[in-house]
């Protein structure tokens, strides 16, 4: 059995790092931090509990089960290398095969719509598909040499929709310039936890001045709208949940 003191130590550990004095529901936050067991078919689903698997009955059923899924992600992996470049993938940059497979299984997988160009769909809501969400959006950044606006707005988190995104892109490119490598700051400061929903792209720009020297103020308007631009109004594709988390890649 697991002790108390052990398991405090392990929420301590999983909310390292994040900020809790100005969130509404701190539980819930950290609810989303914690790791869902893994191993099963696809990075995110459990394996099956070894009570079951060792069923007579339901062990080869379930077992079965898993292999046809993994079966099944392995074919999307190789029809999406043997296929152009889907139209969510970075024009100016080849993924590597090993990421291209993992996002092309993910969205099979989380029925994310052909027509959604963020490239992992909409935020998984919990648990181990949130984590492995963030760590190939992380794959991607990082594979990324440089973020342009319409990239940014590809992360998703509001970015696709908030005006402060083309002053980001200018500060990144200033950056870029100087030898930054904006793509793994932009991962470091998405490692820290989701963008809030009002104004994202601010809050984007202040992570990443923390972990840039030199840096300009953190209450600079670098990334604020133009004043003649029309204010955010949410249409109702904006209030749509997110993809589903679970399910076998479809064929």
Same mark, same amino acid.
């Given at each position: ?5 052990? %398991? ?36 995110? %689903? ?15 059923? %379930? ?70 969400? +963030?760590?190939? +959006? ?9 973020? +342009? ?103």
């Amino acid at each position: 059995m697991v002790s108390t003191a052990s %398991l405090l130590e392990k929420l301590c550990e999983v909310a390292a790092g994040h900020r809790f004095d100005d969130i509404a529901d701190p539980a819930a936050l950290l609810a989303t931090l914690i790791p869902d067991p893994t191993g099963g078919p696809l990075p995110w %689903l459990p394996r099956i509990p070894a009570s079951i698997a060792d069923d007579a009955r339901w062990g080869p059923y %379930l077992t079965a089960r898993a292999q046809h899924v993994t079966n099944l992600a392995n074919q999307v992996r190789l029809d999406t290398l043997q296929a152009p470049p889907p139209s969510w993938a970075p024009s100016d940059t080849a993924l590597p095969d090993r990421l291209l497979g993992d996002v092309a299984v993910w969205r099979a997988a989380t029925d994310v719509a052909p027509e959604d160009r963020h490239p992992t769909g909409g935020r998984a809501q919990a648990g181990a598909a949130r984590h492995y969400q +963030d760590q190939l +959006d992380r794959d991607l950044l990082t594979a990324t040499p440089s973020l +342009d606006i319409a990239q940014l707005r590809a992360l998703g988190q509001g970015l696709d929709h908030d005006p402060g995104v083309p002053g980001l892109a200018r500060h990144l490119a200033l950056l870029e310039d100087s030898g930054t490598p904006t793509w793994a700051l932009v991962a470091r400061a998405l490692a820290e936890g989701p963008l809030p929903a009002e104004r994202p792209a601010a809050a984007l720009y202040w992570r990443i001045n923390q972990h840039t020297p030199n840096a300009a103020p953190a209450g600079t308007n670098a990334v604020e709208p133009r004043t003649d631009q029309p204010p955010f109004r949410p249409r109702p594709e904006h209030l749509r949940g997110p993809s589903r988390a679970t399910g076998s890649p479809r064929r």
